[in-house]
T-cell receptor, first 113, second 114 residues
Framework: ELKVEQNPLFLSMQEGKNYTIYCNYSTTSDRLYWYRQDPGKSLESLFVLLSNGAVKQEGRLMASLDTKARLSTLHITAAVHDLSATYFCAVDAGTGTASKLTFGTGTRLQVTL | DGGITQSPKYLFRKEGQNVTLSCEQNLNHDAMYWYRQDPGQGLRLIYYSQIVNDFQKGDIAEGYSVSREKKESFPLTVTSAQKNPTAFYLC?????????????FGSGTRLTVV
């Protein structure tokens, strides 16, 4: 059974600081997704990582994937208050008819002034 | 514009009632999924369907049922057998052969037992 673990579960950081969220998973996969969720809202897609060594950047967020270590990171550079949200990683370890996402528990990010 | 529509946005269920949550997509996606989210938690897979007239149980299927009679629609019924149905329900869809396109999520239905 695929397990997806995120840490930390909660992160309080000051504006302007850098930090990294980690996502570990237990089964071989080269398809990993990052999402953002605002309170009471649905999921917003941030990054799609589909190969070992993949790196994607959008604004102050950068995501990477190491399939050998079964690890993805979401790095936040010079945080701003607007980045406050819950961030989820999700792994698709299936193929064809078995494709489905397994989610981590989420990291709640709070950026303070 | 293409997307996924979930309805209703809020739903209240009395004890012993069955209720059905609607999920419709016009993205021409093959696969559709139902997830449940409890407060402060991640998403857990209830049911998923890769093609019409076929679906599989996810991790927490007990007390739920689905149908996939049309490619565009994947309704979820929360039966009276589901003892703790209060949660946020999210529907998603994806193109089976295009993982780079990712998964698209609906806006969710918040179900409360009264």
């Amino acid at each position: 059974e695929l397990k997806v673990e995120q840490n930390p579960l909660f992160l309080s950081m000051q504006e302007g600081k850098n930090y990294t969220i980690y996502c570990n998973y237990s089964t071989t996969s080269d398809r990993l997704y990052w999402y953002r969720q605002d309170p009471g809202k649905s999921l917003e897609s941030l990054f799609v990582l589909l190969s070992n060594g993949a790196v994607k950047q959008e604004g102050r967020l950068m995501a990477s994937l190491d399939t050998k270590a079964r690890l993805s990171t979401l790095h936040i550079t010079a945080a701003v208050h607007d980045l406050s949200a819950t961030y989820f990683c999700a792994v698709d370890a299936g193929t064809g008819t078995a494709s489905k996402l397994t989610f981590g528990t989420g990291t709640r990010l709070q950026v303070t002034l | 514009d293409g997307g996924i529509t979930q309805s209703p946005k809020y739903l209240f269920r009395k004890e012993g009632q069955n209720v059905t949550l609607s999920c419709e997509q016009n993205l021409n996606h093959d696969a559709m999924y139902w997830y449940r989210q409890d407060p402060g938690q991640g998403l857990r897979l209830i049911y998923y369907s890769q093609i019409v007239n076929d679906f599989q149980k996810g991790d927490i299927a007990e007390g739920y049922s689905v149908s996939r009679e049309k490619k565009e629609s994947f309704p979820l019924t929360v039966t009276s057998a589901q003892k703790n149905p209060t949660a946020f329900y999210l529907c998603a869809s994806s193109h089976r052969d295009r993982p780079s396109w990712g998964y698209t999520f609906g806006s969710g239905t918040r179900l409360t037992v009264v």
